[in-house]
């Protein structure tokens, strides 16, 4: 085995060059960029590097992991980015698994409802959707002429930030299947959150070289104040990242009103979602189905009733034959539900092309930010009522 | 034995002839010795027949010209005579009923085709000809009705166990009826419905009786045609291809339209999404109300009827895994008092569910009821005072845990109190 394990400068050290900055502002210090450039102009031609980016929490995996997609658009056409964050991921909200071809296009996009924002509730399942999309990577092909001997694209894969116990199982895992050719390691200053050097996954050797790269957050003071924080402050940035899903999820139902529409504030959009004609679909035309736990079926249309559900094809030559997790289109919302009309409302940005296959609802535990379910007049009215 | 005794008593063949025409001489002799006259002996039907309708056609003239002669004395017995030899053949009918017909059809067409003195009387002859066809037909239905003659239809193998071989085909009268009722013949024309409605086709007897009003027209265009020029019949031809077109161009956009149909049907099918055509505002889990602008919250119990999986109990026991596991399960019934040896299981609902009135009135009240591992127990005063201590609650409890699969009779708690006793020990 020819490891090229790099350690990038201790932390205290200043940089050898100044510090990138990306058009928005973000600050890239340069061990980043670094790593980014080997990455992307090491690798042979013909075979574009698989990198896999893992670390702990707030360590900077998904802003690494941009600007390694950005830095390798630079040399490929296309790159694909296998997002398995599912509680924040980067291009689609909260629940979801997915792998984009970027530049992103909804046709280049492969989207698969874990239900939850986390993979504890179901590890097998997860990692099965995680290797259903990456063998959906291998066999992609940019055009459907090409040869399948042809080089894939280069693919980044951010991890979740669960790095131990059952999540750090899981992370052996992947990259044991995805055997990539580089692993970008984010260790943060508390060492005892931090996973183990070297190549942790495998203590079989590797026909293969892996470039073991570790690196340190953008921002190495916010990580120590983070941890030499009070318990009471932890808990508020974790609540943060409660708040920022629920952000993700209203941007994604956002585009359910139409553009025009100014709506600056949350109440704006809770008012245009409960306005806007919904869609309408046979009850009986529609499976639902939960995901990680039973329902009995006489609560069924009390769980689903102003929920998140996921939209997917349960048949057609998208479905995985061996895993038969079938692909989903997109989120909605279960606005309303007429037993005696046998129809079910939903909001839902998808487009109707892409929802006419849509025959099985997934229901999880995305729960729908309370901010949309409050609208204060009508609430009233219909408090008021009962 | 016959031909034993018969070939002894001839003079004998001479056997000395080469073998090769030994075997065609034997036939010969065999043959005119004797298959010959026993041929001879079987009595010909077909001429019997023949000659019994001529004797029946000699009366009937004689008939009509003693009617003639008004000899009513004579008239009697040429009517004896025929009715003797009507009986003589309607007993040949029954045995040879296909021989008979054959035979009267025959001697119909002969006299059909006789050449006659004028052309009257021909058409004449044929009217009382094919008078005669429905009559036949009529006794040809009460036959078969009657089980005395069976009809061979094509579609059907010829049964082997039927006495006499069937040989009348309704097929093929019908095909007969038809070709000869193209000249318009109305009792032709019935008879060919008649045998069609016998056949009893359905399809079938549309299609004969369309032929039928087709045919009615035509004749009625040839009656009015006799006396009209060829300048009429040129215009006739071209409005009746005028008509064709129109019928066409009708029956066309008829398919159009119902491929139309068609499609739209199936493109519904595949519009399962469709945007609400009409909605008025209201929160997200509500319904908008038809009546008014108000929103309605919606009944989703309605479901409870569709599938209420009742027909298990659960304890904690074994619910403690599943909850461990952090999944939630399907809540499950409430289960029915303990009346009978094992706990009882609540019936499984009606498939399309309705869990009716009667089911809820069927559940007895709960006066005097506790609530023991997730089974309604009958408990009384006693046994309540008992619980109240808390060493016996353990007891209970412990020994409640297999209550699943087996009851602990009352009597366990009560009459037998070392039994209680050894519990309390045991949980102490």
Known sequence: MTKRARKSPPAGEPPSSPPALSPLGVHIPSPWSEAADSITYDSPVLRPPVTVICGPKNSGKSTFSRHLVNALLRRYTRVAYLDTDVGQPEFTPPGCLSLHICPSRLSRRRCLFFGDISSKRDPKAYADSVFQLFDFYKEYRPSKLANPGEPMLPLVVNTPGWVKGIGYDLLVHMLTYMEPTHVIQMRISSEHKNLPTGVFWSDVSQNEAVNLIYLHPADTDFSNQFCSMPACCRVLIRKQAHYLRDIRLIAYFQQCVPSDLNISTHKELAHALASIPPYEVAISGVKILHLHCQVPRSEIFHSLNATIVGLTVSSGESTDPVRHTPWCVGLGIVRGIDISTDLLYVITPVPLCHLEKVDLLLQGFIEIPKCLLQISKIVEFVLHIL | ?428
């Open chain 2, 1 to 428: 034995m016959d031909q034993a005794l018969k070939t002894a008593n001839r003079p004998k063949l001479a056997f000395e002839l080469e073998p090769a025409w030994m075997g065609a001489l034997a036939l010969e002799w065999l043959k005119s010795h004797y298959w010959e006259p026993q041929r001879s002996t079987i009595p010909d039907i077909r001429r019997e027949i023949r000659s019994r309708l001529h004797q029946m056609i000699g009366y009937m003239k004689k008939k009509q010209q003693l009617r003639l002669n008004h000899s009513q004395r004579k008239e009697k017995c040429s009517l004896k005579q025929v009715s003797k030899i009507t009986m003589i053949i309607a007993r040949l009918y029954s045995t040879y009923p296909y021989e008979v017909v054959s035979v009267l059809l025959e001697q119909l067409q002969s006299q059909a085709l006789d050449p006659l003195d004028n052309e009257q009387a021909e058409i004449h002859h044929i009217k009382l000809l094919s008078s005669l066809v429905p009559w036949l037909l009529l006794n040809l239905k009460e036959l078969k009705n009657s089980g005395q003659i069976s009809i061979f239809e094509e579609t059907q193998g010829i049964p082997t166990s039927i006495k006499f071989t069937p040989k009348i085909s309704l097929k093929e009268i019908l095909h007969k009826c038809l070709l000869l009722s193209l000249s318009g013949n109305k009792h032709l024309i019935d008879s060919t419905i008649f045998i069609a409605e016998m056949i009893g086709n359905s399809l079938l007897i549309k299609r004969v009786k369309g032929l039928h009003l087709l045919m009615l027209q035509n004749v009625h265009i040839t009656a009015d045609d006799s006396a009209s020029t060829l300048e009429t019949l040129f215009l006739q031809e071209q409005q009746s291809i005028k008509q064709a077109i129109e019928k066409f161009d009708t029956l066309k956009s008829r398919r159009r339209v119902s491929t139309e149909q068609a499609s739209v049907k199936t493109e519904m099918k595949k519009k399962m999404w469709t945007v609400a055509k009409r909605w008025t505002p209201c929160p997200i889990g509500t319904l908008p109300c038809t009546f008014s602008s108000t929103p309605s919250i919606p009944v989703l119990d309605e479901s409870v009827g569709v599938c209420v999986n009742n027909d298990t109990v659960i304890n904690e026991h074994e619910c403690g895994d599943v909850s461990a596991l952090g999944k939630r399960e399907p809540s499950h019934g409430i289960s029915l008092p303990d009346n009978s040896p094992t706990p009882k299981k609540l019936k499984e609902t009606a498939q399309n569910g309705e869990l009716d009135d009667v089911n809820w009135q069927a559940i007895p009240s709960m006066k005097g009821l506790l609530l023991v591992d997730g089974i309604w127990r009958k408990v009384e005063e006693e046994e309540l005072l008992a619980i109240e201590s808390n060493a016996f609650k353990r007891v209970l409890t412990r020994s409640s845990c297999p209550l699943a699969g087996r009851r602990i009779g009352r009597r366990s708690f009560h009459t037998s109190p070392a039994l209680q006793r050894t519990r309390l020990g045991r949980a102490t």
